[in-house]
């Protein structure tokens, strides 16, 4: 007999009686598992509409133990569910791509924290939609912690949040070879003038230091709207890039204006230490951390759920997909 939903909304859903469902806790999202072996795509369709209803109540949906199998299945299911997936295009982070828009999470080594980010926040084209698919989970280590961003409006200090509605966020890039993403990754092309086009189109500020250095400043806002929902939301890349998750060691080296990645104020100032520490704290409290196992298949709203990674030990292929994408107006 199957159990309905009742979301945050009031209003009762149902998945069917082939699946079991359970309510979001402290350390797992809404969670959804097969009863017993299904055809996942046929149900997915079956059940698309619910499921993105959802995704938009909730911000994150783990299903778990339906059998995908790999790349391909998991670009078919993501595609049933959220649409086409898209081109990975300006690049922060170095990715593979395994089949058709289907790449690997990011290839930080394995040693790094990946700080808490919402995908591609930092760029005026976004996805409201981002999947997570896991083809090996590591044996020690490597979660990828998820965090709800509409309840990190309500822990942070008034002021705080005054500060960034008022000026922003400002983001400084720097392509220097052997640190970080190159340009001709980054923009997907070897063509310094079509770079330059890219950038003249969205109004960035840039200069070619010399024949592979660049770099580029600009300003968004650290608010947008839900283009669904129609809430104000926190998006922007502003913690993962400030400057004190930096190795004290590149902080000697480089030069503040070279650093790979960093945000300010969008009126260059710098984002006070206390100012970071709020979002330390938010996430240390707030984080849902649960361990993949093999064929997890994770959905977040983008613009909802910040994720991050942690370190892991031996070997681990997270794949990935992101879909609907809008622009910053």
């Given at each position: 007999?199957?159990?309905?939903?009742?979301?945050?909304?009031?209003?009762?859903?149902?998945?069917?009686?082939?699946?079991?469902?359970k309510s979001p806790t402290k350390n797992f999202p809404l969670a959804i598992s097969p009863k017993t072996d299904i055809d996942v795509l046929q149900w997915a369709k079956n059940h698309k509409?619910?499921?993105?209803?959802?995704?938009?109540?909730?911000?994150?949906?783990?299903?778990?133990?339906?059998?995908?199998?790999?790349?391909?299945?998991?670009?078919?299911?993501?595609?049933?569910?959220?649409?086409?997936?898209?081109?990975?295009?300006?690049?922060?982070?170095?990715?593979?791509?395994?089949?058709?828009?289907?790449?690997?999470?990011?290839?930080?080594?394995?040693?790094?924290?990946?700080?808490?980010?919402?995908?591609?926040?930092?760029?005026?084209?976004?996805?409201?939609?981002?999947?997570?698919?896991?083809?090996?989970?590591?044996?020690?280590?490597?979660?990828?912690?998820?965090?709800?961003?509409?309840?990190?409006?309500?822990?942070?200090?008034?002021?705080?949040?005054?500060?960034f509605k008022e000026r922003g966020v400002k983001y400084v890039r720097n392509t220097i070879p052997g640190i970080g993403l190159n340009w001709k990754t980054i923009y997907q092309t070897d063509?310094?003038?079509?770079?330059?086009?890219?950038?003249?189109?969205?109004?960035?500020?840039?200069?070619?230091?010399?024949?592979?250095?660049?770099?580029?400043?600009?300003?968004?806002?650290?608010?947008?709207?839900?283009?669904?929902?129609?809430?104000?939301?926190?998006?922007?890349?502003?913690?993962?890039?400030?400057?004190?998750?930096?190795?004290?060691?590149?902080?000697?080296?480089?030069?503040?204006?070279?650093?790979?990645?960093?945000?300010?104020?969008?009126?260059?100032?710098?984002?006070?230490?206390?100012?970071?520490?709020?979002?330390?704290?938010?996430?240390?409290?707030?984080?849902?951390?649960?361990?993949?196992?093999?064929?997890?298949?994770?959905?977040?709203?983008?613009?909802?759920?910040?994720?991050?990674?942690?370190?892991?030990?031996?070997?681990?292929?997270?794949?990935?997909?992101?879909?609907?994408?809008?622009?910053?107006?």
């Amino acid at each position: 007999m199957e159990t309905p939903i009742k979301p945050t909304s009031n209003q009762f859903f149902s998945l069917g009686d082939e699946v079991n469902v359970k309510s979001p806790t402290k350390n797992f999202p809404l969670a959804i598992s097969p009863k017993t072996d299904i055809d996942v795509l046929q149900w997915a369709k079956n059940h698309k509409s619910t499921l993105n209803e959802l995704l938009l109540d909730y911000g994150a949906i783990l299903m778990r133990g339906f059998k995908i199998q790999g790349a391909e299945k998991f670009n078919n299911l993501f595609s049933v569910i959220s649409g086409e997936a898209i081109e990975y295009k300006n690049r922060t982070s170095p990715r593979d791509q395994v089949y058709k828009n289907v790449y690997t999470s990011t290839s930080h080594p394995k040693d790094q924290v990946i700080q808490m980010h919402t995908e591609n926040s930092y760029s005026n084209a976004y996805n409201h939609i981002i999947s997570f698919y896991c083809l090996v989970p590591a044996p020690i280590g490597g979660a990828t912690p998820i965090a709800d961003e509409r309840k990190l409006l309500t822990a942070l200090k008034p002021e705080t949040i005054m500060k960034f509605k008022e000026r922003g966020v400002k983001y400084v890039r720097n392509t220097i070879p052997g640190i970080g993403l190159n340009w001709k990754t980054i923009y997907q092309t070897d063509d310094r003038n079509e770079v330059n086009k890219i950038l003249d189109y969205k109004g960035y500020k840039y200069k070619w230091i010399d024949e592979e250095h660049l770099r580029v400043k600009w300003t968004l806002p650290a608010f947008i709207t839900h283009p669904i929902a129609g809430k104000e939301m926190w998006f922007n890349h502003m913690f993962f890039g400030h400057k004190s998750h930096y190795n004290k060691a590149v902080l000697e080296f480089f030069a503040e204006e070279d650093l790979p990645f960093v945000t300010y104020y969008g009126d260059g100032q710098e984002i006070e230490e206390e100012v970071i520490q709020e979002f330390i704290d938010f996430y240390k409290e707030s984080s849902i951390v649960f361990r993949w196992k093999q064929d997890d298949f994770l959905l977040l709203d983008n613009l909802c759920f910040s994720h991050g990674r942690e370190s892991f030990e031996g070997n681990r292929t997270i794949l990935t997909a992101m879909g609907k994408p809008y622009k910053m107006e």
